[in-house]
């Protein structure tokens, strides 16, 4: 077990939260402590509150802290996330990142997201450790689990000048678990409700004194809480090497596996206006459905500081993913009859490959008598994707809405290949920071990318190649008047693909790719000797030339001709005392189509100034934890999600949510926890996303009993 220090007050409601230390990962989420000293010798802060002097590299790659970066940046800790009993990467971003929510759904990985009034992995780009997977049809599927990683940062606002097209609403990056040079251990077994079963391990340490290493596996499984075939099982594996070739320079080799077969259900029909009770726990999917994603990352990175003022990085990845599913997606009652008309009868498999290099240099010095950092760097990459189908999808049937005939799968086209793509993509990038004095300082970015895309589709006889480039800048500036507290604003621009890039259609291909710019203006500060953080931001984004998925035909688009949202968020953190801990945040937005038109039965109807699909104008987020025993840690987590609309007319709509959370730990030994942990405790009937047809609907109220060990 790691050494750990911790400066305490010698008050008595210090000695009631001193034990719970001992419980090392998990338990620093509540414990008023200020330092603690982690594996490999190097301190940092305690994994509490919204970490705004924690040193990031996904807001900025000059290693800013969120103080220091002129944006808006949530860094939130593993430990906290396990803490919370979040076992999944959607779970741990919407209930803790300000204003993010899901979107989830089977066909786009059980991984999409909507920021700032966007939606999908088109404008919500995912990263793992830095690289980010060129999305093939709107699917993500790794990672999803969190015990493997140390932190999660969420930047909101445009983040292409970093990462490329694809990040107009920001971008979420999972940072795993590093190789160490002290031994670290621990493990965890859960058994749940529903079946549900847990493994973890956690291992890291010295293989020799320029060596270490971490290995990461994690099992789940469960029957499910929809009937029939509502089980699940996955898992995850993440194993790294590092070695200090000398002083100066690491090597780490990483492979990371996920392997998921989820829940094989798409959705509850709507009868009116509802899901009734009835039907809330019953699969509409035939007999033999399936859903599986396999997904393999390899990278190996290399650091380089030939002085105290430069630093060299390089990043080789290769990334591959395969993925099959075969169900029937689209469930309507139909009132004449009271049967569930079943359609979509949808088989695909995805192979992908992408592979990649990303190289920077850092440098430090002064212009002009100026302290100032530049960096400048590029990244190419070769991405193939394939994709066969039965389209265009056909076969239908009826059931029972109560004894349902699950049937078996109607494949009308047969499966064939109907989407070969090749993309070849390069990128130039530079940052600079700049200190004009003391308390001000310029941060300025600008990135020029030029994928080329090749598709071709077979059944459709078509084929083109195209050059899709795009400038993106960002220039910012932070003052602080006095520690701890920054002011800051910022313009940035960003650039979308109309789709996901590397299954560009032959219509999409007409056009460029979507543009935006977004102006933001905010504060962030510590406050009470640190027991206190805070942020406010206030933005404008506009995005125009875009398109958007057309509910209850999800293989079809709508061309939008401009959308923007406009908003506040405000975040805050505080330890109230040596037991009590509050974290809440809120995010209010005002999103709409500006220009938006289509042609429905001969006629053109507008829907501007109407609320974009799946975009809520209300999310807020509140924990609440309290050390009341020696040993023992409450927490109670509450999820509020506004209301959206299912369609472009906004004519349906979908209710909001509030969900209940709370977790109760026993520091059994000081090596060994219980914890108990509770998911909407109120058992809400809610939807995650949906349609006109059907809702796809968040767990029912569950309870999970977990043991956690360090060694």
Known sequence: MPARRARRSTTFAASLAAPLFAAAPGAADDIALDVIEVAGGRNREAALGLNLATTSRSGSRLGLTPLETPASLDIIAGETIRARGQTTIEEAVTQNAVGITSVAAPGNGNLAFTARGFAGPSSVQQLYDGTRLYVGAGTVTFPFDTWSAERIEVLRGPASVLYGEGAIGGIINVVPKKPVFSPVGEAR????QDGVARLALDSGGPVSEAMAYRFNLSGNRAGGWVRPDGDFRNLALSAALTWRATPDLSVTLSHDLGHNEPTRYWGSPLVGTRVPDRLRFTNYNVQDSQIAWFDNWTQLRTEWNPSPDITVRNTAYRLSTERHWRDVEQYTYQPATGLIRRDDYIEIVHREEQIGNRLDATFRGSLFGLKTTSLVGFDVNHIDFRRDSNAPFGGESFVDPFIVAQGRFINLAGTRTDIVSRTRQASVFAENRLELTPQLALVTGVRYDAPTVSVSRPLAASRFEKTFDSVSYRVGAVYTPVPDFALYAQVATA??????????????????????????????????NGRGEWTFAAYHIRKDNLLTPIPDRPTEVAAVGSQSSRGVEVAFAYRLSEAWRIEANTALLRARYDNFSQTIDGALVSFAGRVPVDVPQRVTNVWLSFAFAPGWVARLGVNDVGPVFSDFANAVRRPGYTLLNATLDWQVTPTSRLSLRGTNLTDQLYAVSGNSNSWLLGRPRSVELAYHVTF
């Open 189 to 192: 077994a859960a058994i749940g």
């Open 495 to 528: 650039a979308d693909p109309l789709g996901s890039l590397v299954t560009t259609s032959v219509a999409q291909s007409q056009f460029g790719l979507a543009t935006g710019e977004q102006v933001e203006a905010g504060a962030k500060g510590l406050f009470d």
